[in-house]
């Protein structure tokens, strides 16, 4: 899963940071919910079992990686901050072949910012730190990223497209090789014998 990813990442950069996904038990998220609305200083990596029908009253910032599913799925994410007439802003992080979702939220008062530059020692400590990263959430990471956009119609679409954005992905999570797939899972996903995929 890309929440686990990104939630390991971050604490193997010493950030203070917590995760919730469909994955773990009912009785741990409402514990790290609670953990997070008490908190002033904790980062939160959740997936959309967030997204609606919680409450978080303090959150200042919200961002969001890689193209929502559609407007909504946006919206809802985007409205975990700024509650009741508090401030809130949101970052919206897209690959350059992400950006074909902007045209469904042009109406919304959004501004494009430039590319970050990041200083060479920012990058080495990122990289180290995503060298500590179990392998198993790598793996897990890049199967639940090619299913999501497997099921994107306009990133899906062409399958050897997407296997290519799919290893690319593979490669800025430091592996040589992408991790191989159960060929059952690749035959439900209609990738079966596609070039570019390891199965297993």
Same mark, same amino acid.
């Given at each position: ?13 010493? #950030? ?5 996904? /469909?994955? @773990? ?14 908190? !002033? ?5 959740? /997936?959309?079992? /967030? ?26 994410? #985007?409205?975990?901050?700024?509650? @009741? ?9 897209? +690959?350059? =072949? ?7 939220? @042009? ?28 392998? !198993?959430?790598?793996?897990? +990471?890049?199967?639940? =990223? ?12 062409? %399958?050897?497209? #997407?296997?290519?954005? +799919?290893?690319?992905?593979?490669? /800025? ?12 899972? #690749?035959?439900?996903?209609?990738? %079966? ?8």
């Amino acid at each position: 899963m890309v929440t686990r990813l990104v939630a390991e990442l971050l604490g193997e950069l010493n #950030l203070n940071v917590r995760e919730i996904h /469909s994955r @773990k038990p009912q009785g741990y998220r409402t514990r790290i919910s609670d953990e997070f609305r008490k908190s !002033k200083g904790l980062i939160l990596v959740t /997936s959309d079992v /967030s997204a609606r029908g919680v409450d978080y009253p303090d959150v200042t910032l919200v961002i969001q990686i890689g193209v929502p599913a559609d407007r909504q799925q946006y919206i809802h994410r #985007l409205g975990r901050t700024g509650r @009741k007439g508090k401030e809130g802003q949101g970052i919206l992080l897209l +690959a350059p =072949w992400e950006e074909f979702f902007l045209s469904s939220i @042009k109406d919304l008062p959004i501004s494009k910012a430039p590319e970050p530059l990041v200083d060479p020692e920012t990058r080495k400590k990122v990289e180290r730190a995503l060298a500590h990263v179990e392998m !198993k959430n790598k793996e897990a +990471a890049y199967q639940a =990223w090619l299913g999501y956009y497997n099921s994107n119609k306009n990133v899906g679409r062409d %399958k050897y497209r #997407l296997v290519e954005l +799919a290893n690319e992905f593979s490669h /800025s999570m430091g592996l040589d090789n992408p991790p191989a797939i159960p060929k059952l899972v #690749l035959g439900k996903m209609g990738l %079966k014998n596609i070039p570019g995929l390891r199965s297993k």
